[in-house]
């Protein structure tokens, strides 16, 4: 499974700079975190997260706040990155990474099932967004924003450390 | 896979009582809520979740006691039940499952691993834990816990509302 193979790696990483990460999710549901946590030894480097499925917890829960909400909506390139930006707080990691969008079948607040946005907040404070388009089922949609947020991860971490 | 038939079943079950359910993860990180999520619909029953992985994280975000973590660590039914206390209480849910124990390989804090406790916590206050001992590897005991907590919600809901 590729995105385990990316966990391993992402774990590794981590683990060699003597990081941490945290995960705000919604259309994943928990699998970025539980690709995580798979790997042996992800416990040195991966603190927590939130799964803020519900709109609502996105303010809460997930501190995005709630102007960012109301102008752009749950599934944003600025809501992204505040879930990043908000876990990376509450969990007190040096990284974190989001995912919002619409997992399908059916279309949501009038994006595309297949519409991802994943957020990456990083020690230095910046944080930038990523926008996925992936046509396939739910599980497809899903898988790609798990493989897409850790290889995403990974490639800001090796750039960091270069 | 019997877990996603479970959870397709619970989701089911919540949606006809009108009832939500939230999620409190540690060894599973993330993988419950995952499961939930995989199945469509689940967007009118799954309000969110925490994923409590290091153990400060169970007194901050999830809202355990520390008195409790103090006196039982995160490998316990007492905190097991806290944590799905806290969870139903942050998420706003009719209903809490949550996860805490040692996927292993390693033993933690003394507890071998295998050794699961999941929380229950329903709208008229109670909350319950039950204890799991699973022999086998890390994916092995994590994929037991998520299919316990799934058959033991759907199974305190046909109950309440038998």
Same mark, same amino acid.
């Given at each position: 499974?590729?995105?385990?193979?990316?966990? #391993? %790696?992402? &774990?590794?990483?981590?683990?060699?700079?003597?990081?941490?990460? @945290?995960?705000?999710?919604?259309?994943?549901?928990?699998?970025? /975190?539980?690709?995580?946590?798979? #790997?042996? /030894?992800?416990?040195?480097?991966?603190?927590?997260?939130?799964?803020?499925?519900?709109?609502?917890?996105?303010?809460?829960?997930? @501190?995005?706040?709630?102007?960012?909400?109301?102008?752009?909506?749950? #599934?944003?390139?600025?809501?992204?990155?505040?879930?990043?930006?908000?876990? %990376?707080?509450?969990?007190?990691?040096?990284?974190?990474?989001?995912?919002?969008?619409?997992?399908?079948?059916?279309?949501?607040? /009038?994006?595309?099932?297949?519409? #991802?946005?994943?957020?990456?907040?990083?020690?230095?404070?910046?944080?930038?967004? &990523?926008?996925?388009?992936?046509?396939?089922?739910?599980?497809? &949609?899903?898988?790609?924003?798990?493989?897409?947020? *850790?290889?995403?991860?990974?490639?800001? *971490?090796?750039?960091?450390?270069?």
């Amino acid at each position: 499974m590729p995105p385990e193979s990316t966990a #391993v %790696r992402l &774990v590794a990483a981590l683990a060699a700079d003597e990081l941490t990460v @945290a995960t705000a999710e919604s259309l994943t549901g928990g699998l970025i /975190g539980a690709a995580i946590t798979a #790997v042996s /030894g992800a416990s040195a480097v991966y603190r927590g997260g939130v799964i803020t499925y519900a709109t609502d917890l996105k303010a809460t829960l997930g @501190a995005v706040p709630d102007d960012v909400l109301v102008a752009h909506g749950p #599934v944003a390139a600025e809501t992204a990155v505040a879930m990043a930006r908000g876990v %990376r707080e509450s969990c007190r990691a040096d990284w974190a990474i989001s995912a919002t969008g619409v997992a399908g079948p059916d279309p949501q607040d /009038g994006h595309a099932p297949g519409e #991802v946005w994943l957020g990456f907040a990083g020690p230095d404070g910046s944080a930038e967004a &990523v926008r996925i388009d992936r046509l396939g089922d739910r599980d497809a &949609v899903r898988a790609a924003a798990v493989s897409e947020a *850790l290889s995403g991860l990974l490639a800001r *971490l090796t750039a960091a450390s270069s």
